[in-house]
């Protein structure tokens, strides 16, 4: 779709309404699957004084811009996390539908974003990745494979296994070096998700690009305050790196590698 064409807004005003409801959705699972909640029920509530959030006060970003940032019962304030999250959803959505137009690629692509994000917002704070994120989102990789978007189906299975198979090989030799645990499970079961979406290449580069930005980041706070690296919060970077621009970064490797080849 051209950017001329009359439908092009409505599109991508589409684009937004979806991205703005899961961002809506990804706040109640930062919310509550680290404390194993059920995201589901109950429903929203202030934390508070418990009351329940009319539909109208849980418009996503609107809501919180009418109510000021504070509660409707009790004038408690609203961490600005909460529009933040959206907001970066809506750009996330909007974004890829700006980049790729609508396409298999653009809605793939907005999915894994999201997830990412998830997975990073509860890394960083939490240090773990709940498998309702990267099971199901191995699975939403898997069955997204099936239509015509950036990898085929026997990419996207061979991407997950090497994507779990790679950080398991790591984990089992830095456990025999370092004696004790050196990779998480969930950064295991992250990357079988990560490498259905892009593929055993796409894994293998994030899985690059996530170290490097690591020890490049945090790297120097680790080694500062012995603080724990949450992997998964570069795994996501590298992953997102990965889907928006890995194609010509591998092209530009095997250039450099196998000049004139
Ligand atoms: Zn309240």
Same mark, same amino acid.
């Given at each position: 779709m051209q950017p001329d064409s009359p439908y092009y807004f409505v599109f991508l005003a589409y684009a937004g309404v979806i991205g703005a409801a899961i961002g809506s959705f990804i706040n109640v699972c930062v919310a509550r699957l680290p404390a194993g909640?059920?995201?589901?029920?109950?429903?929203? #509530? +202030?934390?508070?004084?418990g009351c329940f959030i009319a539909w109208y006060d849980n418009v996503p970003v609107l809501s919180f811009l009418a109510l000021r940032g504070?509660?409707? #019962? +009790?004038g408690t304030r609203i961490s600005w996390q909460y529009p933040l999250i959206e907001l970066a959803v809506i750009g996330i959505w909007v974004g890829l539908a700006v980049l790729y137009g609508p396409s298999w690629r653009s809605l793939t692509g907005s999915i894994l974003f999201s997830i990412l994000l998830a997975i990073a917002l509860i890394d960083a704070r939490h240090y773990l990745i709940p498998d309702q994120l990267s099971i199901g989102g191995l699975a939403a990789g898997l069955a997204l494979s099936?239509?015509?978007?950036?990898?085929?189906p026997l990419q996207s299975v061979t991407g997950a296994a090497a994507g779990f198979g790679v950080l398991l090989a790591v984990g089992v030799l830095g456990e025999r070096i370092?004696?004790?645990?050196?990779?998480g499970g969930g950064d295991m079961k992250m990357m079988a998700m990560v490498g259905a979406f892009l593929g055993p290449v796409g894994a293998m580069l994030t899985i690059f690009l996530g170290a490097l930005a690591g020890s490049i980041i945090f790297g120097p706070i680790s080694l500062k305050t012995q603080k724990l690296v949450p992997f998964g919060v570069f795994l996501a970077i590298g992953a997102a790196i990965t889907f928006l621009v890995g194609d010509s970064l591998t092209r530009w490797y095997v250039d450099l590698l196998f000049p004139g080849a």
């Amino acid at each position: 779709m051209q950017p001329d064409s009359p439908y092009y807004f409505v599109f991508l005003a589409y684009a937004g309404v979806i991205g703005a409801a899961i961002g809506s959705f990804i706040n109640v699972c930062v919310a509550r699957l680290p404390a194993g909640s059920s995201v589901i029920r109950p429903r929203s #509530h +202030c934390p508070e004084c418990g009351c329940f959030i009319a539909w109208y006060d849980n418009v996503p970003v609107l809501s919180f811009l009418a109510l000021r940032g504070t509660c409707r #019962h +009790c004038g408690t304030r609203i961490s600005w996390q909460y529009p933040l999250i959206e907001l970066a959803v809506i750009g996330i959505w909007v974004g890829l539908a700006v980049l790729y137009g609508p396409s298999w690629r653009s809605l793939t692509g907005s999915i894994l974003f999201s997830i990412l994000l998830a997975i990073a917002l509860i890394d960083a704070r939490h240090y773990l990745i709940p498998d309702q994120l990267s099971i199901g989102g191995l699975a939403a990789g898997l069955a997204l494979s099936l239509l015509p978007g950036p990898v085929t189906p026997l990419q996207s299975v061979t991407g997950a296994a090497a994507g779990f198979g790679v950080l398991l090989a790591v984990g089992v030799l830095g456990e025999r070096i370092f004696k004790k645990p050196a990779m998480g499970g969930g950064d295991m079961k992250m990357m079988a998700m990560v490498g259905a979406f892009l593929g055993p290449v796409g894994a293998m580069l994030t899985i690059f690009l996530g170290a490097l930005a690591g020890s490049i980041i945090f790297g120097p706070i680790s080694l500062k305050t012995q603080k724990l690296v949450p992997f998964g919060v570069f795994l996501a970077i590298g992953a997102a790196i990965t889907f928006l621009v890995g194609d010509s970064l591998t092209r530009w490797y095997v250039d450099l590698l196998f000049p004139g080849a």
